[in-house]
Structures are given as structure tokens and as C-alpha cells.
């Protein structure tokens, strides 16, 4: 069955490369937050959204991101994939909850236990014939007050998170151009 995300009435989508956060606090007394950027790849949309898969991820998220893949084996680019990524201290748990290309949408769920729950929406747009508009927006919620200060971070790095991925998308890119010429 195919999960659906609701509207998340809360969020608040900047239209800037750099986003912005806002940010709630549940009756827990954890914070919740959204975290919107944007950002424009040049190159088709059907090459640009084979890109966001979590094994093709690797080819421009560089050394930090190193999925560790429970199913399928061997790991690939599907939806329902199930897998580990270190950060840091922690390991967090991720599924692959919406892999549609065709659509180009994507979404993740990622559980660092007893620290934060993540949700990443991935939505790309063809604007043009070689230009592919994508819109990323994170939400996080602690899991423990404790991890307010944690998770508040987490989402004042995601605001600034856009030119880094872009960046890292044309270097790719531009080596997988010049490598078919």
C-alpha cells in the first residue's frame, strides 16, 4: 500500500535557495520542526530524479552517507527499502516510504531512537528540456526534550542544506558529462 503524506498545516515553504524553519513544540514538550529549500539542476528530469534514490544518493552525498541496506540485497533504489546511515554518534533507521520516479516524488522516514523522527520529501519538476526544479522539505520532531537542542540544529543545517546539494549534484553532473564525451 502506498503511503500518502497529508498536508502538514504547519509548514512553511520559503521559495528562496535558502529555506527556512519553523518551528513547534508538542504537548511533550519536544520541538517539531519544517524545513523547506529549493534548488535547480541542470539536466533533464528524467536524469535528475534517478538521483534520489539511497543507493544513487551516494554518487553526489559523498563519504557521510553510506547506507547500510536491510532489504532489498543487495541494496537498490526501491521503494520500501529499509536501511541504516551513521551520523556521527548515532545510526538512524530509514525506509524509503515513496520512490515514484516517473512522478518525481520521493520520501523517507528516518528514526534516530530516543532522539528524533524524520520525514524528507523529495518533489522534482521538469522546467525545461534540460532543468529540473527540486523542492526538499524536512520535518523532525524530538523524541525526548532532551534532544530539542539536537533537532533544532538538525533543522538550521537543513535551511542552508540547498547550494551544498546542488553543488554536489552539478559536480556529479558535470564528471558524468565530460566522462560520455
Known amino acids: 500500500m502506498r503511503m500518502r503524506s497529508a498536508a502538514l ?6 521559495t528562496g535557495i535558502l529555506g527556512g524553519c519553523h518551528l513547534m513544540t508538542a504537548g511533550t514538550g519536544c520541538v517539531h520542526m519544517s524545513t523547506s529549500f529549493h534548488f535547480n539542476v541542470q539536466a533533464p528530469f528524467a536524469r535528475t530524479a534517478l538521483l534520489f534514490g539511497p543507493e544513487s544518493e551516494k554518487g553526489w552525498a559523498g563519504e557521510r552517507w553510506q547506507p547500510r541496506f536491510f532489504y532489498p540485497q ?8 529499509v536501511f541504516t546511515v551513521r551520523h556521527g554518534p548515532h545510526t538512524s533507521i530509514w525506509v524509503n516510504t515513496v520512490y515514484d520516479v516517473s512522478a518525481g516524488r520521493m520520501q523517507y522516514v528516518a528514526i534516530i531512537p530516543g ?9 522534482l519538476a521538469g522546467t525545461g528540456p534540460d532543468q529540473t526544479r ?4 524536512y520535518v523532525r520532531t524530538a523524541l ?4 530539542n537542542d539536537d533537532v533544532q540544529g538538525m533543522a538550521r543545517h537543513d535551511a542552508v542544506s540547498g547550494p551544498e546539494w546542488q553543488r554536489a549534484i552539478d559536480e556529479l553532473l558535470s564528471g558524468a558529462a565530460s566522462r560520455h564525451k
Open 74 to 81: 543487495p541494496g537498490k533504489d526501491t521503494e520500501g527499502a
Open 134 to 137: 527540486v523542492d526538499v522539505t
Open 115 to 123: 532522539v528524533v523522527a524524520t520525514t524528507v520529501d523529495v518533489t
Open 9 to 14: 498545516p504547519f509548514t512553511v515553504l520559503f
Open 144 to 147: 525526548d526534550a532532551a534532544a
